[in-house]
């Protein structure tokens, strides 16, 4: 077994110096009953060789795609090289929590940095180094909300945040029986106003809101936050395209008071759903509230700048059941991912990626309309995706996709019934304008 | 060692004008401004500009500063900080895989649900359990799921149930989890040997009594779903009594969750599911070698039986056939934990550890890791105070108690032992061991690495007792010297902010 350090001779060495006969001798304290009496009913372990036959022929019945044009929640952005060269350095990827901080602060300064540029792209002061994904973070900036909202107990969502998040959301919000969820209707693809103002009552610690939202529509968090800051509830952006950051301003500069989403579109592949990149960034007075790790800056004896772990008491490994979330982990190798990509993209690449993706995604929805067929959904600003009503049969419509190798738009028909036969469509800076005018003439043939 | 004293933050060599990425040229006709004029991105106030050369320098230089598994042994109590094969890192980057949008329908993604499919038949046969989900990101993710499973078998069976136990020596998220899905947490006193106390225990410091298992379950009764049992506990003892425990708790039909933290020590050994465990979670970046990240991401499924499958999260893979494909329709499922599946990157790399190792050498590498934990315990034992003299399996803990004698404490030896180029145990945690120091070598570790290590920890037991302010001053070689963590939590500096 070539991961073993196993030898005979040493075998038996460290068998002698314990002073037992065989390893077995040293499970005595398993009782004997308590214990597994066969082997193992697995197969016999494989040289690399077998092994990378088996995965490849795996990954071999995954469908490859020329064209890709979904997004919903996972988004498809270059990924320049740097990265993966740089994340596979040992240092990196076989480093675990920054403990031993004497030894760690390549690890915290990276979080340090990261922690900054979230607070940057989003208009908020404080970060922490990270959540799971998208959903759980969610999650965690509702649960904060509640917490920093005392007597409040009603979270208010927009019906525009991502099914899967709101899905989430309700399966971690269930226990908390003093915990209400509520959902404020769309109109024309953005938050209802009207609704909102209904349903924000004095018991609403909160309203989420999709920025840009599930349909790709943009919400004005600005008119948004008018209502909630008079209502005494926090506004919390949810941002499932962190792409969007170079196209629109930070929630924490038009009224949001927490931003939460996922920015796995920061240097990180699809991989079928993870692991991606959860994020927060609240005001500087809430930070004490925040679920999960932060890093902090401070000095060594010797005076020298250096990084820790701070604002521990917040956490479950001090404060166990009065924690302010159980997260032990973060998504740290992610989080250098996305850390890596900004500082390759600067300022400037940022705003122009995301001027990119705008600009695909208009010459896609202006082709797709061309096609009487097709319909746009709603009126409101898009960034890169869109919906288009689409007068046909949408499942033939995919099926010829698929079998063109395009990967079409994800037919919103299950999750709404005012959704039906609309297709929610993805263009980023990797769709090129070939890929397009393919899917256009692909999706005339379809009756 | 090539360590530059200071690598700036990034923020501070930003100069504007410089590109470290070069944009392809725009194929169509450039974007309309749609936006409403307040919505429009003003600018960046953080983001540097920088040029690849920069940028890569920045992160290669920042890496040194780091010590990871592969610089040498990193005895990480808890953690299992075991090497990490690069086949893994080969496999999970496999376009197939890599490249598949978790949107796609399932006939087009049968690599995947095949791959989720067989995952799960490796973990229940491992486990002993009846049903497996992949999707929880984490450990702690995994606990909360696993103990919304066993809320929702009561509400299932019209019981409402406050209360969770978790003995005094559980993890820190045991507590936080069982509070994050609403349960009010009571703490189960340990004995003298590590394992639970069945009786009540007196403090003979204090003299105050703490409940034991069996006055609990009388006064608590129905009023207990469940308790979050961590096997072999935090400080390497098998929980002997567990099966037990398990007849007790179902006995007053509350469930046993077990913390499957340590399963590094049981793999091909004992199954939770033969002693009595109806649910746990499994640390895929711990006992499945998937890398550690630097704190993540890691991947903690849950494995739980017959009994509560039907409330495992949707969508659960199914197999029909040859064909895969994802149920959606679980009308009883606690719901989605995670927006996709669960961070399948790592799933991928498990898979190929678990095929790499077969069976075989699953248990070979469980046996190799109790193997190396005792041979440190042996050689060490004398030197360093041991609380719990039981029998270990893959980790063992000391303490200061010896060393206090010279105004010395675990964290000092722990700082020394930097100086000497190995990362540090474990340190003060369990709780229940004042100064604990906790080792867990894994299976990773040849003889000639033990043998390293240990003739280090005996010297810094020498120096303890010769010049102990060798260990105070300690570490002196590493990038920084010990840091002011009560400035940090003080006046806290938590970004970079432009002069």
Known sequence: MRYLPSAPSEDRALLDAIGVQRAEDLLGGVPSEL?????????????????????????????????????????????????????????????????????????LQHIFEYQTLICDVTGLEVSNASLYDGGTST?????????????????????????????????????????????????????????????????????????????????????????????????????????????????????????????????????????????????????????????GQTKDLDGKTGYVLTLASREQHIRRDKATSNICSNQGLVALRANIFLQLAGPEGLKGLAEQNAAKAQYLQSRLLENPKFKAAFTAPFFNEFVTRFNGDVKQLQATCEKEGILPGLDLSPYAENLKNCILWCATETTTREQIDRLIAVVSRVA | MSLRTREPLSFERSVPGKVGMDLPKLDVPAARDTRPAHLKRSGFDAIPSLCEVDVVRHFTRLSKWNYGVDDGMYPLGSCTMKHNPRLNEKTAALPGFAES???????????????????????????????????????????????????????????????????????????????????????????????????????????????????????????????????????????????????????????????????????????????????????????FSTPHGGGGPGSGPVACSAALERFLPRPVVVKEGEKYRFDWNRPDSIGKVHAFYGNYAMVVRAM???????????????????????????????????????????????????????????????KRLLDYGFHPPTIYFPLVIHGALMIEPTESESKEELDAFVDTMKKIAQEAKDNPEILHQAPTTTPVRRLDETAAARKPVLRWVKA
């Open chain 1, 35 to 107: 214990r597994l009496k066969r082997e193992l009913n697995l197969p016999g372990h494989l040289s690399e060789q077998e092994v990378l036959r088996q995965l490849e022929a795996l990954a071999a019945r995954n469908t490859p795609f020329q064209a890709r044009f979904l997004g919903a929640g996972a988004y498809d952005h270059f990924v320049p090289t740097a990265i993966d060269m740089m994340v596979s350095r040992e240092e990196w990827f076989t480093a675990y929590t920054p403990y031993q901080p004497e030894v760690s602060q390549g690890t």
């Open chain 2, 101 to 287: 949008h978790p949107m796609t329908a399932d006939a087009h993604v049968q690599g995947n649900l095949a791959l989720f499919y067989t995952m799960q038949e490796w973990l229940k046969e491992i486990t002993g359990l009846q049903a497996v989900t992949l999707h929880p990101s984490a450990g702690a993710a995994g606990e909360l799921t696993g103990v919304m499973l066993i809320r929702q078998y009561h509400l299932a069976h019209g019981r409402k149930r406050r209360v969770i136990l978790i003995p005094d020596s559980g993890h820190g998220t045991n507590p936080a989890t069982s509070a994050m899905a609403g349960y009010e947490v009571v703490e189960l006193p340990s004995r003298e040997d590590g394992s639970i106390s069945f009786e009540d225990v007196t403090d003979p410091a204090t003299g105050k009594v703490r409940k034991g298992l069996l006055t609990l379950v009388k006064e608590l009764g129905s009023e207990i779903a469940g308790a979050m049992i961590t096997n072999p506990n935090t400080v390497g003892v098998f929980e002997y009594r567990i099966q037990e425990i398990s007849e007790i708790l179902h006995g007053i039909d509350a469930l046993l969750y077990m913390d499957g933290a340590n399963m590094n020590a049981l793999m091909g050994v004992a199954r939770p599911g033969d002693f009595g465990v109806d649910v746990m979670h499994l640390n895929l970046h711990k006992t």
């Open chain 2, 352 to 414: 190929t550890f678990c095929l790499s190792h077969g069976g075989d050498g699953l248990k070979a590498a469980t046996m190799r890791a109790i193997v190396n934990a005792n041979y440190i315990r042996r050689q060490l034992e004398g030197t360093y105070h041991l609380q719990y003299t039981t029998p270990t399996l893959h980790e063992i803990v000391f303490d200061d108690h010896i060393q206090n004698g010279n105004d010395i404490t675990t964290l000092d030896i722990a």
């Open chain 1, 139 to 295: 999650v965690e900036a509702a649960l904060m909300a509640v917490r920093l909202q005392k007597k409040r107990n009603t979270i208010l969502i927009s019906q525009g945040l991502h099914p899967h998040y709101q899905e989430v959301l309700c399966t971690n919000i269930t226990p908390h029986e003093g915990l209400k969820l509520v959902t404020v209707a769309l109109k024309d693809g953005v938050t209802d106003m009207e609704d909102l103002k209904s349903k924000l009552t004095p018991d609403v610690a909160c309203f989420l809101a999709g920025y840009p939202n599930f349909l790709g529509c943009v919400e004005d968090l600005t008119a948004i936050s008018a209502l909630t800051k008079a209502a005494g509830a926090l506004l919390v952006s949810v941002t499932q395209e962190a792409m969007a950051f170079g196209w629109l301003e930070g929630p924490g500069k038009v009224g949001a008071d927490v931003a939460c989403g996922e920015a796995m579109s920061f240097g990180n592949k699809l991989s079928w759903g993870g692991p991606y990149l959860g994020f927060i960034a609240v005001r500087d007075a809430h930070k004490r509230e925040m679920p999960g790790r932060i890093i």
